[in-house]
Nanobody, 121 residues
Framework: QVQLVESGGGLVQTGDSLRLSCAAS?????MAWFRQAPERDREFVAA????????YYAESVKNRFTISRDNAKNTVYLQMDNLKFEDTAVYSC?????????????????WGQGTQVTVSS
C-alpha cells in the first residue's frame, strides 16, 4: 500500500475546467480516480497504468476528462474539461499493484481522502 494525497478540487461553473492531482508515496502499477456524488454509490472515472500508460474511462467522462501520470513524481492527474453539473462529487484517488479489473473498487488497496468538486449550473 501507498499513501495518496489529492489536491485541486473546488467550485466551478458549468463548462469550466479543473485539474486534480494525486501524489503517491511510492510506485504503483495502476492509478485511478473514482467519484461519489451525494446519495449515490462511488463510481469509476478513469485509470492509467504505469509502464505503457494505457488509459481507461467511464463512458460519462470520455472525451471530456483526461488522465495522465508522471512516474518520476509518482503523481496522477485528472484534467476535467467541459464540466457538467452532474460531475459534482467527491473525487478520490486510488492505487494498486494488481494488473486487472481496473474499473472495480475492489482492485485497489490504497485510497486518498478525497477532494470535493462542485459544478454550479
Amino acid at each position: 500500500q501507498v499513501q495518496l494525497v489529492e489536491s485541486g478540487g473546488g467550485l466551478v461553473q458549468t463548462g469550466d475546467s479543473l485539474r486534480l492531482s494525486c501524489a503517491a508515496s511510492g510506485r504503483t502499477y495502476v492509478m485511478a480516480w473514482f467519484r461519489q456524488a451525494p446519495e449515490r454509490d462511488r463510481e469509476f472515472v478513469a485509470a492509467i497504468t504505469e509502464i505503457d500508460h494505457a488509459r481507461y474511462y467511464a463512458e460519462s467522462v470520455k472525451n471530456r476528462f483526461t488522465i495522465s501520470r508522471d512516474n518520476a513524481k509518482n503523481t496522477v492527474y485528472l484534467q476535467m474539461d467541459n464540466l457538467k453539473f452532474e460531475d459534482t462529487a467527491v473525487y478520490s484517488c486510488a492505487a494498486s499493484q494488481r494488473r486487472f479489473n481496473f474499473r472495480l473498487m475492489s482492485t485497489y488497496d490504497s485510497w486518498g481522502q478525497g477532494t470535493q468538486v462542485t459544478v454550479s449550473s
